[in-house]
């Protein structure tokens, strides 16, 4: 797999976790973070669904 294939983490170095164990940065759970690099690309990108829609949740 190419660079470009990779799935970019949303990680911006903003990295704590909240009292729902969900990081105010980047908006994944602590699991996520943790197993990220072993996600296969469609895992991530449905991470990636979910992180959307924490933030939107948070930004309402």
Known sequence: MNRQ???ASPCVSICALD???VCIG?????DEILRW??????E????L???????Q????
């Open 5 to 7: 294939d990779r799935v």
């Open 19 to 21: 009292e729902q164990d």
């Open 26 to 30: 980047c908006h994944r759970t602590g």
């Open 37 to 42: 690099t072993q996600m296969s690309n469609d």
């Open 44 to 47: 991530k990108r449905e991470v």
């Open 49 to 55: 669904v979910k992180v959307a829609q924490r933030e």
């Open 57 to 60: 949740a948070v930004s309402l």
